[in-house]
């Protein structure tokens, strides 16, 4: 039936409403996650929360280790993650305490590795459409219900960080289209996709970043004032978009995240490098016919 992820962002260190809850450490070829995975249960449901910069926010926003997160959450069995995000608001419209259910991504990361897939093993997946338009759906009925101000849609900047941007390029990302900027749903995202997972990013908005006239410019102290709320909302919504996105769920994804890749390798059978076909077990097993332990 699969199990649902929750990364927690800024703010959101446990997931409070779980049940026979148990703390697991999982090992992966890729290194350490952020953290022990927090497995319980939301009535029937099972899920796996992980917070993403660790618990008390040891990790920066570089520093985190994208791909050993996303490897430990498809070895736990892992389907679908829910990314709760701070983001500082592009748009008038968004204010703080908006949710934004983010349908595309501008990647200006540059420090950080984006692909399991290397020399010896060469994959490209699509990212036309990154985030899961069957989350985005279940999410925003949840979130209406709830009476969440809420934008069905949204393009978010990652930006490396962890300075916050100059004004100069908050304009810029504004007349790039831009509507959220955060530091760290790429190379997330990508990973996901590479994994099969079906992924999709809930931007919390905390502030207005640094473009808005009249505005003081963002700083922690603003975000982490809003973040108390949001968390709580976040944790509300988690409740009740589960239900609507497990119990519903078919056994293959329609936007065709659970097969992204399918037709992505291109390195030819027998040019494969066979270690790193061992390190992909369980990112990749489905289509090397080697499936994780
Ligand atoms: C604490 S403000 C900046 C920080 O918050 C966001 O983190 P996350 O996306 O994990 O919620 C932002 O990306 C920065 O890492
Ligand atoms: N303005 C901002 N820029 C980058 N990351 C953020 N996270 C929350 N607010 C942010």
């Keep these: 039936m699969g199990v649902l992820g929750i990364i927690g962002g800024s703010g959101l260190y446990d997931m409070d409403r779980l049940s026979d809850v148990r703390a697991v450490d999982v090992e992966s070829p890729f290194g350490a996650p952020s953290d022990k995975i927090v497995r319980g249960r939301l ?15 040891r990790l920066s926003p570089t520093g985190i280790n994208y791909r050993a997160n996303i490897d430990c959450l498809k070895r736990l069995g892992v389907t679908d993650i829910l990314s709760l995000s701070a983001c500082g608001s592009l748009q008038e419209d968004m204010a703080p305490g908006d949710f934004v259910l983010v349908d595309q991504f501008i990647d200006r990361s540059r420090a950080r590795p984006l692909s399991f897939f290397e020399n010896g093993l060469v994959a490209h997946v699509s990212m036309a459409e990154p985030t899961c338009s069957r989350l985005r759906q279940k999410v925003a009925v949840a979130a ?150």
């Design 144 to 293: 209406k219900a709830l009476g969440i101000p809420l934008h069905e849609k949204g393009t978010y900047l990652v930006m490396e960080g962890p300075q916050f941007s100059t004004r100069a390029e908050s304009h810029l990302y504004r007349q790039w289209g831009a509507d959220l900027i955060g530091m760290t749903n790429m190379p997330e995202a990508r990973l996901a996709r590479e994994a099969e997972i079906c992924y999709l990013t809930v931007g919390m908005v905390t502030d207005y970043d640094c473009w808005r006239e009249g505005e003081a410019h963002v700083d922690v102290s603003a975000v982490l004032e809003i973040l108390v709320n949001n968390a709580k909302t976040a944790q509300k919504l988690v409740a009740d978009a589960a239900p609507l996105i497990m119990e519903e769920r078919s056994e293959t994804c329609e936007a065709g995240c659970d097969r992204a890749l399918e037709m992505a390798i291109v390195t030819h059978p027998d040019k494969r490098d066979a270690a790193l076909m061992d390190r992909l077990d369980a990112v990749a097993g489905r289509v090397l016919g080697r499936a994780a332990q």
């Design 43 to 57: 009535g029937d449901l099972e899920l796996a929360f992980l917070p993403r910069h660790g618990v008390g926010h």
